[in-house]
């Protein structure tokens, strides 16, 4: 392990959860004490306008920052990231964070916190990694580990179905994003959710599912039936930059801790 | 707007491999392309009438053909060739005529008189359909035949006890509606001359089928007591009875005329029925049904041996035949050249019918040039001749059962109707769907797809049906077809269209859009811009089509040209957002330290 490792929230996860990315990258830090982090965007929403040129320099820029700090292998936990920066670097190497918990472990204190739930959670699996079978595995591995009960749905894995946020259909065709998002959320018997792309949690909230982020399985209280779930933040533009601002703070902090 | 080469190829490759609007096997497989999907559908749900309208868009003999098409549609349905279980097509074409089937219904409507006149040689189903299109496209029409009844071969040869006559009659009726006249009882080339009818005519339409029973040059063929299947059929057909004939009969061949022989010579008193064939049981040419009822029947098949000699008395009359072992009935090259060994055995029978080929009959003097079988040497595209009024349709050119007779009719009138309007035989007719075709669809079995047996149909006991011309198959009940429809897996490719949402705002299938988009070039950015770029679509596409990229490579192209910018207005926040996402204020680097 010679490899200098850092972290990268994203853009979504930081928005919705500082206190997520606090925790997650102080866990990180306790096995890779010399931990880098960076926080800007990966440059997806401008490559998925057909930005191409855009794109290119943005990436360049978040390469630069990547590469002015050292890091050598990036840790992610947004499956865009994974990709853009798998497609995208010549030299940084992506590590997703949930085929990286199973190698590290999970702390002591949250292994099997959750057997005694009484919730059983469906999974959405994120479109943009359909193929990534070892980071669906992980997810897994993590809920298992927790104590959690899983229900899998016809639309598992390679056969995930879109939340709805992607492609920046959104803003494009709002009518179109808000049926895709009611169609994911059928897809699903169970009320619970778990996800681990938080703009899919916020779409699966819409589409009226009780949606949880996987860190917040991991960090969070353990979840029982009847409780409701986190708000959904990521609708309100306002609470997103500030939470984005903090998240930026956090990163700096917990590297240089 | 200018669209890059790589977006065209992209589009062009997904408009002509896209399978969206392929047809189902049993609809490409039909000569007439009827709605099979559609109609079994229809059926399926109880409505019964929508079904015979759909049946009735293609076919003017739903009954008819249901009760005795030798169904391509079956043989290429995906339930046989997955698990060998047909839909009962044709089983279910018959019950939706039964039950809905109206005069009232029937399109009587012709075309704006064009004042020219084509004759027709020949009532049978390629003749008939010639001259129900011709109607319609204005033209008179006169139909000649030699018998004094109409339906051809499904008149004199298809027995009574597969297709009772009145559902001819009441079938054929739909052609005096249209004010097709008919001229029955008349032979051209006995009572009239070709030559005479060109003249008389603008056009003709030679549809005189195949009706020349024919019999190999084996010894002893001249006996009295040999007889062809034509000729058999035909009489039994018109009288219910065949004076001339013994009472242990033996039929030659193996096809589905043999078994009509063997099952008719029950029902005008045979004591003994034989079936003499080349091929082995496992590999008649007969339908697997025909073989079965004529087994039910007690006929007694004596497969895999060839005629050596008829045997006769010195009156010249059969007494039985001696027959050679078969050693192989095709050669490496699978031409028809039967080998045998010494092996030899007699039977004892007073009778024999070859069921061996029916040729064609020259209706034109030697005007029209023939080849093999006496069939007609024509265009196969156009069906036309060597003489440029006429054109030739049904078995006289090649076909061999009713629906190919009837699609070969409608082609021979589509020519006709163009000479006559003096336009191109060819040009901008794809002849592809004039007849059977095979489809591309490709696509993996419907998930949680099961074998279903087909169901059985009601026959009467073979033991009461043998003895008379009554209809041995009564047909579906209401619930028998509803079942049975209820099998179909409706074929289709579409599976892009389940898995995405966007694609069905804009189209039927893939091949709508990326057509409409090289068509016009140019397409609505709200349609590239509508794709989540999921891959779902590229996931279920059996050709693995990346549509997504497609629409992606579009979006790179709207940007180049509008500015480095997306031309949807609700892109301007996300693109303040990239801005945001870039910026100091939210972004940091930070070195880890030890
Ligand atoms: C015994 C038998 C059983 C069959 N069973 C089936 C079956 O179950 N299913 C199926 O799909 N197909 C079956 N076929 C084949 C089917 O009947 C023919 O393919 C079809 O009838 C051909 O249609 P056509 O219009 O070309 O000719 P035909 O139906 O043969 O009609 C030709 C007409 O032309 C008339 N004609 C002939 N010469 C003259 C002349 N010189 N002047 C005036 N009129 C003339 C004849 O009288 C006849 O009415 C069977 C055929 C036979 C022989």
Same mark, same amino acid.
């Given at each position: 392990m010679t490899q200098n490792m850092g972290f990268m929230p994203g853009c979504s996860l930081p928005s919705y959860t500082p206190e997520g990315v606090k925790q997650t990258m102080e866990y990180l830090k306790q096995v890779y004490p010399d931990l880098g982090g960076v926080q800007k965007c990966c440059g997806k929403g401008t490559k998925a306008l057909g930005q191409e040129e855009k794109f290119k $320099?943005?990436?360049?820029?978040?390469?630069?920052?990547i590469d002015d700090v050292g890091i050598e292998t990036m840790i992610v936990a947004c499956q865009n990231c994974y990709k853009t920066i798998k497609e995208t670097s010549d030299h940084t190497a992506v590590e997703s964070l949930w085929t990286l918990l199973p190698k590290i472990g999970l702390p002591e204190e949250v292994r099997g916190k959750a057997a005694d739930s009484d919730v059983v959670f469906a999974i959405h699996d994120s479109c943009s990694t359909r193929y990534e079978k070892e980071i669906q595995d992980g997810i897994r591995w993590i809920l298992s580990e927790l104590g959690y009960k899983v229900e899998e749905s016809e639309f598992?894995? $390679?056969?995930?179905?879109?939340?709805?946020?992607?492609g920046m259909i959104v803003p494009a065709n709002p009518d179109l994003a808000m049926r895709v998002m009611n169609r994911r959320g059928n897809d699903f018997d169970s009320d619970y959710v778990v996800v681990y792309c938080a703009a899919c949690r916020s779409s699966l909230m819409k589409a009226g599912k009780k949606s949880f982020h996987i860190l917040d399985l991991l960090w969070g209280p353990v979840v029982y039936l009847d409780e409701s779930a986190p708000e959904d933040v990521l609708s309100s533009p306002a609470k997103s930059w500030i939470n984005r601002y903090k998240s930026k703070q956090i990163v700096k902090k917990v590297v240089k801790a | 707007m200018e669209f890059r080469e790589k977006v065209l190829e992209q589009a062009s490759t997904i408009t002509d491999g896209c399978m969206g609007h392929e047809e189902a096997f049993c609809v490409a497989a039909c000569p007439m392309h009827t709605d099979v999907k559609k109609y079994v559908a229809q059926i399926g749900k109880g409505d019964y009438e929508a079904a015979l309208k759909t049946i009735r868009e293609k076919l003017f003999l739903p009954n008819t053909l249901g009760r005795i098409c030798a169904h391509p549609c079956e043989v290429d349905c995906r339930r046989n060739t997955e698990f060998g279980q047909a839909i009962s097509v044709a089983g279910l074409k018959r019950f939706a005529a039964e039950k809905a089937d109206r005069k009232e219904l029937w399109d009587d409507a012709v075309g704006t008189p064009t004042g020219k006149k084509v004759a027709i040689i020949g009532a049978g189903p390629a003749g008939a359909q010639a001259a129900i299109d011709l109607r319609k496209a204005g033209h008179e029409v006169v139909i000649y035949d030699k018998l004094t009844v109409v339906g051809g071969m499904m008149r004199v040869g298809i027995p009574e006890y597969r297709l009772p006559r009145e559902v001819i009659d009441f079938e054929y009726s739909y052609l005096e509606d249209l004010g097709v006249n008919f001229q029955m009882g008349v032979e051209i080339g006995k009572d009239m001359t070709f030559e005479q009818l060109r003249e008389d005519y603008d056009s003709v339409i030679v549809a005189n089928g195949a009706h020349v029973g024919s019999i190999p040059p084996v010894p002893g063929k001249d006996a009295n007591g040999v007889f062809n299947a034509v000729d058999y059929l035909k *009489? /039994? @057909?018109?009288?219910? &009875?065949?004076? &001339? !004939?013994? &009472? +242990?009969?033996? #039929? /030659?061949?193996?096809?589905? #005329?043999?078994?009509?022989?063997? +099952? @008719?010579s029950w029902r005008i008193g045979a004591d003994e029925v034989f079936l003499i064939s080349l091929e082995e049981l496992e590999s008649l040419p007969a339908s697997q049904a025909e073989i079965d009822e004529s087994q039910e029947e007690d006929v007694q098949f004596i497969n895999g041996w060839g005629t050596d000699e008829i045997l006769k008395d010195d009156g010249g009359k059969v007494t039985g035949m001696r027959l050679k072992k078969v050693i192989s009935v095709f050669d490496e090259n699978g031409r028809f050249a039967p080998t045998f060994s010494n092996e030899m055995k007699e039977i004892e029978v007073d009778s024999i019918v070859f069921a061996t080929g029916q040729q064609v009959q020259d209706v034109s003097n030697g005007l029209l040039e023939q080849k093999g079988g006496g +069939?007609? !040497?024509?265009? @196969? *595209?156009?069906l036309a001749t060597n003489l440029p009024d006429v054109f030739v349709a049904g078995d006289a050119s090649g076909g061999a059962i009713v629906v190919q007779a009837m699609a070969l009719g409608r082609k021979a009138a589509a020519s006709a109707d163009r000479f006559l309007k003096e336009i191109d035989l060819t040009e901008g007719r794809q002849f592809k769907f004039e007849y059977s075709f095979e489809t591309r669809l490709d696509v993996p079995l419907p998930k949680g797809t099961e074998n279903l047996p087909r169901t059985s149909g009601n026959h009467r006991p073979a033991k009461e049906r043998k003895w008379d011309f009554k209809p041995y198959d009564l047909g579906y009940t209401d619930e028998q077809a509803k079942k049975e429809a209820s099998r179909c897996i409706q074929c289709e490719c579409k599976l892009c269209m389940t898995e995405c949402i966007m694609l069905n705002d804009f189209g039927e299938c893939p091949q709508d859009i990326f057509s409409e988009f090289l068509e016009k070039g140019e397409i609505d950015p709200v349609i590239p811009y509508s794709c989540n770029m999921c891959g779902g679509c590229t996931h279920v596409c059996p050709n693995d089509y990346g549509i997504g990229e497609t629409f992606m490579g579009m979006r790179k192209d709207f940007i180049l040209h509008n500015d480095g910018k997306s031309p949807m207005e609700g892109h301007k926040a996300i693109e303040i957002h990239q801005k945001l996402g870039f910026s100091k204020v939210f972004c940091t680097k930070v070195k880890g330290v030890k």
């Open positions: $320099e943005r990436f360049a820029g978040l390469q630069k920052d598992s894995r $390679e056969n995930a179905r879109c939340c709805g946020f992607g | *009489e /039994i @057909s018109l009288t219910h &009875k065949f004076p &001339k !004939v013994g &009472k +242990r009969i033996a #039929v /030659i061949g193996g096809g589905d #005329v043999a078994m009509d022989c063997a +099952r @008719s +069939r007609y !040497v024509t265009d @196969s *595209e156009t």
